[in-house]
């Protein structure tokens, strides 16, 4: 029997992204589920005058937002995951899974978790705003570098 239709993938780049991607992959080949990927660009204030007299140029956050399309596209193609299901959204990473799983009926989120303590729990990881907003049921997997 099928747990889940359709697995959304949270992809950051970092080094250990493969480990959750993998296991996405395997929980979607088992249950026969869609596979989708998302990544979240987060909001970089561009000429912010409360961060003066660092100014932040626009042709590098260009250039970086498109850097992390290019991550996007080779992250999802090396999985097999066609286009329509990649998402690409600005903002926080937090809302904008949460969104895009219930705009898209998504019945489970994959997340790495690097399983934090002290200041880095209070303050609150993707992982963790995930598992606290999600209507649908998080899967975080540990990262091995903890
Ligand atoms: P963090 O809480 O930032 O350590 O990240 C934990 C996990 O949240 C990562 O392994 C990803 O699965 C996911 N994540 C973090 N940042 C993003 C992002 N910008 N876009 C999509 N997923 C993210």
């Known amino acids: 029997m099928s747990l889940y239709t359709h697995i959304l993938i949270a992809a950051d780049f970092s080094d250990h992204g493969h ?8 929980l979607a080949e088992q ?3 869609k596979l989708s990927v998302i990544h979240v660009f987060e909001n970089i204030p561009i000429a912010e005058p409360l ?3 660092m100014t932040f140029d626009a042709d590098i956050a260009e250039e970086l937002m498109k850097n992390a399309q ?11 995951v066609p286009e329509e299901r990649q998402w690409f959204e600005l903002g ?3 809302l904008e899974i949460v969104r895009v799983a219930e705009e898209n009926q998504v019945d489970l989120i994959v997340v790495g978790s690097h399983g934090r303590h002290g200041l880095g729990l209070l303050l609150g990881s993707t992982a963790n705003g995930v598992l606290h907003h999600a ?6 997997v540990r990262l091995k570098d903890d």
């Open 92 to 94: 926080s990473p937090k």
């Open 51 to 53: 961060y003066a007299p």
């Open 70 to 80: 290019i991550g996007l596209r080779k992250f999802a193609d090396d999985l097999s």
């Open 31 to 33: 249950n026969q589920a």
């Open 135 to 140: 209507k649908c049921d998080v899967l975080a």
């Open 19 to 26: 480990e959750v991607s993998h296991v996405a992959k395997q």
